[in-house]
């Protein structure tokens, strides 16, 4: 399939044995081990790529204007280099690391849910599979048990929402590199909380929502965890 500026496609990403990873090493391990995974996820994703902290050690990539094709080789690309570098611990040891990641392109339904959910499933297989590896996402797949209503308690939803409707409408546009404020009319919803990771930092973002209108307002931390 030849890529259109159309087509999009999410990443879900779990990052493997997290618990035990917090449980022998403490907490402190555990969030430079997201800091590492997110910085990887900046570094390596493109320009015009989305990535959000979906919860816990859950990220998700919304790859913009791609093919299955391509997606599967930028998905293959990062779970590699987040088993190929380990993550330095503050007493200096390497914690080898790995991922899981499901992988869902958008097959033309007007519901951004079904590719969240395809996402998803395709994850768990992955994990099921023995995790540190891509799956590709169909509806062939079972859903992933337990799941069904993990969007309804992210922070970064509505943000994600916001992207993948956007994206769903052909209005792509409007989002761009610069975080200039679009005018809104007086009637919209507001939320903010969840973060864009861009160039390694944590970036704050609030989207203004109105039917197909998105626009950020966006400032840098230092940070890249909450």
């Known amino acids: 399939a030849e890529k259109s500026a159309d087509s999009f496609g999410v990443l879900l990403l779990d990052l493997d044995h997290f618990k035990a990873i917090n449980d022998e090493h403490g907490h402190e391990a555990g969030d430079r081990a997201l800091q590492h995974v997110a910085g990887i996820l900046s570094q390596f994703t493109r320009g015009s790529d989305y990535v959000f902290r979906y919860g816990g050690e859950e990220f998700v990539v919304v790859l913009v204007a791609v093919e299955e094709r391509q997606a599967m080789v930028i998905a293959d690309g990062l779970c590699r280099r987040i088993v190929d570098?380990?993550?330095t611990l503050a007493d200096g040891q390497l914690l080898p690391i790995s991922a899981s990641i499901g992988v869902a392109l958008y097959d033309g339904h007007p519901d951004y849910e079904r590719v969240m959910a395809r996402a998803d499933a395709a994850m768990y297989q992955a994990k099921k599979q023995g995790r540190n590896r891509v799956v590709l996402g169909s509806d062939a797949l079972p859903t992933a048990p337990g799941r069904t209503a993990l969007h309804l308690r992210t922070p970064a939803m509505p943000f994600i929402r916001a992207l993948l409707t956007l994206l769903l409408c052909s209005a792509l546009p409007v989002l761009d590199a610069s975080?200039?404020?679009v005018p809104q009319p007086a009637e919209h919803v507001q939320a903010d909380g969840?973060?864009?990771f861009r160039d390694g930092k944590r970036l704050q973002a609030q989207w203004i929502c109105d039917d197909r209108v998105v626009s950020r307002k966006?400032?840098?931390?230092?940070?890249i965890t909450r």
């Open 85 to 87: 570098t380990p993550v």
């Open 179 to 181: 975080a200039r404020e």
């Open 194 to 196: 969840p973060y864009v």
């Open 218 to 223: 966006v400032k840098a931390r230092r940070d």
